[in-house]
């Protein structure tokens, strides 16, 4: 279920992009007022509003006990997200590529960056401490066999007796970098050695985006504030300056 969210949501995402990123080729300045324009502006508007039953499900006590009974969370959650992509996808079409005013100009770029930051909470979120959660079985492993690669070693007799010839000459190429092609325990303990190194480096990596993904969620909710008062503002001007289609 969730993984066709995912690619459904990936794949507007991919459109609304492109959409977007068309006004470098195309501008039809006069088609957000026009009738067609703005029913794209009012469908979009009226999605981009649904997003919100969301946290009010959530949040509020008197609607979460009455409604989750019969409309799970994760329900509200699905339509949080599909509303929450069609509807931005709905608006860009809506601008026609129309970016004078710098509130136009800023409301899409706000909306862009809530649907982002909510795919980040979404889906990246959850495939890093998933990631993590493998890696850190595999590290485990590694370091077991990392141990035992040792004990082989403590217990192999030594390979090339310290102050032969070949043990001075093979250091020296060692001390220059150069390698020779290493078989044996050591060989192993080496190998196995690097994997776990890059696994250690792979996790901090993976921490480090979960600790910004994690903070997506506080950037989704204040951007979305932000968004429903420059959405307003765009619907409350769109009205004050007349509604240049009506009669
Ligand atoms: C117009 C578009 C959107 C608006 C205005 C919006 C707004 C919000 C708000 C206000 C919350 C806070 C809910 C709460 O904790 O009370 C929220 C949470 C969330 N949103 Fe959105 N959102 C939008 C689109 C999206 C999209 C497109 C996605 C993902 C594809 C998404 C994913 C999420 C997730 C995962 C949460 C956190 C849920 C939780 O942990 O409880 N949102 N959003």
């Known amino acids: 279920m969730k993984e066709r969210e995912r690619i459904v949501v990936m794949g507007v995402l991919s459109v609304l992009l492109l959409a977007w990123l068309g006004f470098l080729v195309h501008r039809s300045p006069r088609f957000p007022g026009s009738g067609i324009g703005t029913a794209f502006g009012i469908a979009g508007a009226v999605l981009m509003l649904m997003p919100l039953a969301y946290p009010i499900v959530k949040r509020i006590p008197y ?130 050695a690097e994997s776990v190194a890059d696994l250690e480096y792979a996790i901090r990596m993976d921490e480090f985006f979960k600790r910004w993904f994690a903070r997506a969620l506080n950037l989704h909710i204040a951007l979305s504030i932000v968004f429903y008062g420059l959405l307003a503002l765009h619907i409350g001007a769109g009205i004050y300056f007349g509604l240049r289609w009506l009669p």
């Open 63 to 192: 609607f979460h006990q009455r409604i989750t009974p019969y409309v799970s969370m994760q329900s509200w959650m699905s339509l949080h997200v599909y509303a929450g992509i069609f509807g931005p996808l709905l608006a860009i079409i809506h601008t026609g590529h129309k970016f004078d005013s710098p509130l136009g100009v800023v409301l899409t770029a706000v909306l862009l960056l809530v649907v982002v930051s909510g795919i980040a909470v979404r889906y990246l979120l959850t495939y890093v401490s998933r990631d993590i959660k493998d890696k850190l079985i595999l590290l485990q492993t590694a370091r077991g066999d990392l141990d035992h690669a040792w004990g082989v070693i403590e217990q192999a007799p030594a390979e090339l007796p310290a102050g032969s010839k070949a043990f001075v000459f093979s250091s020296g190429l060692a001390s220059l970098g150069i390698g020779l092609p290493a078989s044996g325990p050591a060989a192993e303990v080496t190998r196995i």
